[in-house]
């Protein structure tokens, strides 16, 4: 009798794969376009298998490679990169016992689907179904009795039965094993994504919960990941007893932070293990040292992007490398940072490129503005396989759709090593700077009629135009870049093709943007910085305002790399006045002028305090303008 061969098979195959697709569906409630694709990708796996059981014809071939190799594909697809436009599925997931036998099942059936269809009818016996039959109810029952537990990665939702509840595990951190703590068990998610980076405080609950692409179980491994460090670091302190235990220092202290290294612990078995920590990070103020940080460092090999480190905490966790950095062996014979890489990726006389890509992670045991995760500012954030717009290590990856009324910028450098003179106080307020476009400026002693329309133009024109800039995302597509000291409370992006162009002081044309940063990583459009070309000093700048404004440089500031050969570039260190930097280089010292959005304490034209004042002409007394401020 003529058969299609195996064909009794395929539709077995067909009928199982479509009833566990079936079993799925109410793990995919809360998504109904993806539900829906489950419901129609079930009825077409259970009817062409049953049709091609009962009425084995030559046209519901090529259908049933269709059907079943267009479910295979989709789950393919999934395990890969997920699908974008499909609500449910944007994120790639790893495979699990219950979908990888589903698809393995769609594979059969389409297989000999197709096989059948080229070679056709042939002179077969009788076909016997019942070993076949007891094969696929073997792979189907467990496929679906696992389904009813499937951890199902939609962005932080993690179903557990067939109702789309969560199984919740437990465990108490300050008593359970290492390894058990760090396998963690699920959590429960909602289904309303939050904002990441967040700001994290040790002394406040943990929240890391509700962010997109990742799952219960990432998000209780990263907190129990958290929870280990914050008991286990303290150990180092002192970090004497980091020395005494075999931990170096890099002899980067002049960044503000200092770490110190134990390299044997970079090849041992241990992973994200804060008993054995490869890297210690301790903040530095003067001679003292305060724990604030583990670097951990991932075996030699392992890429930032490789799946045993981004698996662990999905979206939570950014890794990165130094692929910058240049070393060289100190008196004692102990590597040490020499400088960074050239805009050629060339290391100064005496220095090697090295360990550039070991991939790092750190977790705070102290407060951090960019999450417990954040990698340090400036060069000091390192490099990922993705942007740094699309990092979740960094403040500039947080998004936060509300626009929060800035305060009065004051803010202090947290790796200043030296403190700019505490501004003075002139006059008692007369005219207070009322936020609008067109304000008054009169009653300053010592200024002209000219030099008051002046200032007053400027910051009605400051006020008016800048807005068009008004979030990072718009800056960067005018070639403004962040120089990463969002730490301090306000970030710089700068143009540097604008420095030294035909624009002065013309708000078209910023050569600098000044962005507050606020709660949960949000950036407010606060000021610009006017920078003047390289041909002006503090005693040649334009005269705006007479001395309602004050020019200032900054002589102490070390940055990356060059940015008139990069276009880009990163501060990572402070020095004392005009004295040389110990990591990263000098830039040239441009005389700047801030003009602010909002009302400031000392007057529209202030400066930064702290560190961020920079300095000012010899011999000026710095002024606070508070005739013209706020009050």
């Known amino acids: 009798m003529k058969r299609f061969p195996g064909i009794a098979i395929a539709g077995l195959a067909s009928i199982a794969a479509g009833a566990i697709h ?6 995919h409630a809360e998504h109904p376009q993806l539900a829906r694709i489950f419901i129609v990708t079930s009825l077409l796996q259970l009817a062409w298998g049953i049709t091609i059981l009962l009425r084995p014809q030559h046209w519901l071939l090529p259908i049933g490679v269709i059907v079943n190799g267009a479910a295979v594909g989709g789950w393919a697809l999934t395990r890969i990169a997920g699908i974008s436009w499909i609500d449910g599925l944007e994120v790639r997931e790893s495979p699990q016992i219950a979908d990888t036998l589903c698809a393995g099942l769609g594979i059969v059936a389409a297989s000999i689907a197709l096989a059948a269809l080229l070679v056709g009818e042939r002179e077969l016996p009788q076909v016997r179904l019942a070993f076949p039959a007891f094969a696929v109810l073997f792979l189907t029952l467990p496929a679906m009795w696992n389904g009813a537990s499937h951890v199902h990665s939609e962005g932080g939702i993690a ?21 058990q703590i760090v396998s963690g068990t699920p959590t429960t998610n909602t289904s309303t994504f939050a904002a990441w980076p967040r700001p994290y405080d040790p002394a406040l609950p943990l929240d890391i919960s509700n962010v997109a692409n990742v799952s219960a179980e990432q998000e209780s491994r990263a907190k129990a990941l958290i929870e280990l460090t914050q008991r286990e670091l303290p150990t180092w302190a002192d970090y004497q007893t980091a020395l005494d235990g075999g931990w170096q220092s890099i002899g980067d202290g002049s960044t503000g932070f200092e770490h110190f290294i134990k390299r044997e612990l970079i090849q041992d078995d241990k992973f994200l293990d804060p008993t054995a920590p490869e890297a210690l990070v301790y903040k530095v103020d003067g001679a003292k040292r305060t724990l604030v940080s583990v670097m951990f460092i991932a075996k030699v090999g392992v890429t930032v992007d490789d799946p045993s480190l981004t ?4 979206g939570l966790i950014q890794w990165h490398s130094h692929d910058n ?6 008196a004692q014979g102990v590597p040490v940072i020499a400088g960074l890489t050239d805009g050629a990726g060339n290391c100064p006389s005496g220095s090697v490129r090295a360990g550039g890509n070991n991939a790092m992670v750190h977790v705070w045991i102290t407060p951090h503005l960019c999450g417990p995760f954040a990698a340090l500012e400036g060069a000091g954030a ?6 740094d717009s699309e990092r979740v290590d960094l403040c500039n990856a947080a998004h936060d759709d509300s626009h929060p009324t800035p305060t009065p910028v004051v803010t202090t450098d947290p790796k200043a090593t030296t403190v700019a003179p505490a501004p003075t106080t002139t006059a008692a307020p007369t005219y207070n700077d009322t936020g609008d476009a067109r304000i008054t400026l009169a009653g300053f002693d010592g200024v002209s009629a000219d030099q008051q329309a002046r200032a007053e133009e400027l910051i009605y024109q400051t006020r008016t135009i800048l807005p068009k800039f008004s979030t990072p995302e718009i800056a960067k597509t005018y070639g403004f870049t962040s120089i990463g000291d969002a730490s301090t409370g306000v970030e710089h992006y700068i143009n540097w093709s604008w420095i030294n162009d035909e624009y002065e002081l013309d708000p078209n044309y910023p050569e600098s943007l000044v962005f507050a940063v606020g709660p949960g990583g949000a950036r407010t459009l606060a000021s610009a910085m006017y920078m003047v070309g390289d041909e002006y000093t503090l005693e040649t700048v334009p005269d705006v305002g007479g001395s309602l404004t004050q020019w200032h440089i900054h002589n102490n500031l070390c940055f990356s790399q060059d940015p008139s050969v990069s276009g880009v570039t990163r501060v990572v260190g402070v020095t004392s006045a005009d004295g040389p930097c110990s990591f990263g280089i000098k830039l040239r ?13 000392c007057g ?16 000026e007394e710095r002024l606070c303008d508070e005739l013209h401020s706020h009050g």
């Open 22 to 27: 079936g079993g799925a569906i109410g793990l």
């Open 159 to 179: 179903h557990a039965d067939g109702h789309g509840t969560e199984e919740v595990g437990h465990h108490d951190p300050a008593t359970a094993p290492i390894e």
């Open 311 to 314: 698996d662990f905490a999905g």
């Open 325 to 330: 950095l240049c070393w060289r062996n100190n």
């Open 382 to 387: 390192g490099r990922s396989n993705v942007s």
């Open 589 to 601: 010292a441009n005389p700047m002028l801030h003009v602010w959005l909002t009302p400031q304490a």
């Open 604 to 619: 529209p034209f202030a400066a930064l305090e702290g560190i961020g004042a920079g300095q000012i002409k010899a011999g």
